[in-house]
């Protein structure tokens, strides 16, 4: 599957995703219906897949796939039935089971349940970022505005880090960790949220919504929501598009790293711990390797700016890439030149970040 | 396995090619035969069935576009080319029917002015095989070159050696290319591949200078050193025999990655050029055919996509082979 990733050109897929992500969906979401053979293959398909990742016994699998598809099907169907993509709404209750499912996530991956300090921590953060939402939503709807959000993000990291400094108990740093994660993902569900209410008016003024080309609407005066929603929807192709280019040569690198690590003696410790596998992956083995990633995806940046000539090319953007294809184009030395320097630096200063993180992530190259 | 035998081969594996020769054909107390390194490493690549079906696939590709269009005196199997225009006679669609089978009068359908695609495609597949393997031979070679001086000779060769590399690591690999492949006029398909090779090399240089830094500090070259062989000879008879593995393996990436990169840029207008053509032309020519013509778009994105998958499984099915270790299971 991994091969997949970096074996396809970039170009062609960026076209394809032209063809079926846009035109096919803008046709597809006029109407967003469902007929029911559209259902069945979802269902099935998606419950084969989830349940082919948890794996564990025929019988298990069995069921969860049962479960699944039978769960999907409902989904969707009730989808079909109130147009969910044309008015899609997460509301308050189904906002507060997203927030409390997060938590008990969070605390299912650090510590588990029974420690008491991360627990109380993280369930206090939840019910402070449900409770801030739950009065600030009706305010956010009607004035939004970009300071504004970003200041209540800061606000919700505080007050994630405040009941992890004051509940944690005896494992404070790791309550802190959670509770602050659980408040980053609540905030990104909130906005989520927001975006989501604001959608079927988007669709009002822009029938179809996903775009091919450009970076925004010409002539489009909407709310400053709809303004965003717009935005978003302009970079959607051009980022599926370049980070497949960036996918291809993670997978790649976590792969050859993930094989490295698995050789170590600290993983034959846990193993021999009789820690499950899942869990030596997880714990011991990924985070070892994604050290070298760090790097990587700083090292990438000259990857990305070439992956952005060409995506910029497909998706009719202005920036960098079209101002680089066009000087070349009309050999202009001067505006290629501006090119080199500028990505050229920003690759330099990337370069030094990344050796900056490494020394920071793994200490033994700083000695 | 006993400790003995662990110590064996990592002895095994310090000595040059020539020492497995003797070792061939052995049988050890419990009447197993024992195979040498390069024996092994066939077999495990033959037994890596993604590899061999990439290998069959790859090379009927290849086949099929060098025999259709003929090889020099030789005349191709194809009777149709990919200059001349053909009357427009059953519409420009695809003939090629998988039930019943059969190939019919244009197994691709015919572009926009009424070219046979078949003979299109089969030719930019030529000129897009062809510069990738130059792309590969020259990369590797300069590579190779680079990495193992600076590895072998430290100093202020490597420093200057490898800040050259970390010079051209800089630049985007896609914009460099570019002004390259600009620069070279698109006409001469040989001048692309060369001017292409002179930029993918430094992911090569690096690697082998790694290699080459653990492996000068073996005993086999201190050995070679003490007998007072020659840098050069040390370096090609002694070192880079032992460093085969990594340089395979990356030649054969490197050339996956090639095929994608010079696509990219005659997608983009810097590599090949009308009336040449290649598989990247082909698909920026007909991007805007997928509604009304599809199969313009999708033979050559479908051949690209090909040839890249079947090098890239042929270079994991090499990697398995020369370092068991990195099997994943």
């Known amino acids: ?367 | 396995m006993s400790d003995d035998t662990t110590n064996e081969e990592t002895m095994s594996e310090q000595q040059s090619a020539e020492a497995f020769e003797v070792e061939e054909n052995l049988e050890d107390a419990a009447g197993h035969r024992s195979y040498s390194q390069g024996t092994l490493i066939r077999r495990r690549f033959f037994r890596h069935r993604g590899a061999m079906v990439a290998l069959t696939v790859l090379t009927l590709i290849v086949l099929m576009a060098f025999t259709s269009a003929g090889i020099g005196p030789i005349p191709g199997w194809w009777p149709k080319n990919f200059i001349d225009l053909y009357p427009n006679t059953g519409g420009p669609e695809p003939t090629l029917r998988l039930w019943p089978f059969r190939i019919g009068e244009h197994p691709f359908g015919k572009n926009t002015i009424g070219k046979d695609y078949f003979a299109l495609v089969m030719e930019g597949t030529r000129k897009s095989v062809i510069i990738a393997f130059v792309v590969g031979i020259i990369a590797t070679t300069i590579g190779t070159i680079i990495g193992a001086a600076a590895g072998y000779f430290r100093g202020i060769i490597e420093s200057l050696l490898m800040r050259a590399t970390d010079l051209v690591i800089i630049i985007p690999l896609l914009v460099l290319a570019s002004v390259l492949g600009r620069m070279s006029n698109g006409n001469n398909v040989l001048l692309l591949a060369l001017v292409l090779g002179v930029v993918v090399w430094t992911g090569m240089a690096r690697l082998v200078r790694g290699e080459v830094l653990s492996l000068r500090e073996r005993e086999f070259v201190h050995a070679a050193r003490a007998i007072g062989t020659s840098h050069w000879r040390i370096i090609f008879r002694h070192i880079l025999p032992n460093a085969i593995g990594t340089i395979v393996v990356n030649a054969t990436l490197l050339i996956a990655s090639a095929i994608l990169l010079e696509t990219a840029l005659s997608f983009l207008g810097f590599g090949v050029q009308s009336p040449q053509t290649s598989l990247g032309l082909l698909i920026s020519d007909y991007q805007s055919a997928l509604t009304t013509r599809p199969w313009l778009f999708w033979w050559p994105g479908v051949f690209i996509l090909a040839i890249a998958l079947c090098v890239n499984f042929i270079g994991d099915g090499l990697r398995d082979a020369f370092d068991p270790r990195q099997q994943m299971d």
């Open chain 1, 1 to 367: 599957m991994a091969f997949m990733f970096f074996s396809l050109p970039v170009f062609w897929f960026a076209v394809l995703l032209k063809h079926y992500a846009a035109i096919q969906f803008n046709d597809w979401i006029a109407k967003a219906d469902f007929p029911p053979g559209m259902i069945a293959t979802i269902a099935i398909v998606g419950a084969f897949i989830i349940s082919a990742i948890v794996g564990g016994t025929w019988k298990r699998r069995l069921i969860t796939f049962a479960a699944l598809a039978a769960a999907l099907t409902i989904v969707f169907v009730y989808f079909d039935l109130v147009t969910w993509f044309r008015r899609p709404a997460i509301g308050l209750p189904v906002y507060i089971l997203l927030v409390l499912g997060i938590a008990a996530l969070m605390i299912a991956m650090t510590s588990g349940f029974k420690n008491k300090g991360v627990r109380n921590a993280v369930v206090g953060t939840a019910i402070v970022g449900i409770v801030g939402y739950a009065v600030l939503r009706g305010f956010l709807m009607t004035k939004p505005g970009i300071l504004l959000l970003f200041g209540l993000f800061g606000v919700a990291i505080i007050a994630g880090a405040l009941c992890g400094g004051f509940l944690g108990g005896f494992s404070r740093r790791q309550a802190i960790f959670a509770s602050v994660i659980t408040s980053i993902l609540a905030s990104v569900a909130a906005l989520i949220d927001l975006l989501l209410s604001n959608w079927a008016a988007y669709l009002k003024v822009q029938p179809r919504p996903i775009p091919t080309i450009g970076s925004a609407t010409a002539n489009f005066s909407t709310t400053w929501w709809g303004h965003n929603i717009d935005t978003l929807t302009h970079i959607f192709l051009p980022t599926i598009a370049l980070m497949l280019v960036s996918l291809a040569s993670y997978t790649r690198y976590t792969r050859a790293s993930m094989l490295e690590v698995l050789n170590q003696d600290y993983i034959r410790t846990a193993r021999s711990k009789g820690i499950s596998e899942r869990k030596v992956i997880t714990r011991h083995a990924l985070r070892n390797s994604l050290i070298p990633l760090a790097t990587i995806v700083a090292f990438d940046f000259a990857g990305l700016i070439g992956g952005a000539v060409i995506t910029e090319t497909v998706f009719g953007w202005q920036g960098m890439g079209t101002m680089f294809r066009e000087g070349l184009l009309a050999v202009d030395p001067n505006r290629v030149m501006a090119f080199f320097v500028v990505t050229g630096s920003a690759a330099v200063v990337m370069n030094m970040l990344a050796d900056i993180a490494y020394a920071f992530l793994d200490p033994r190259i700083s000695r």
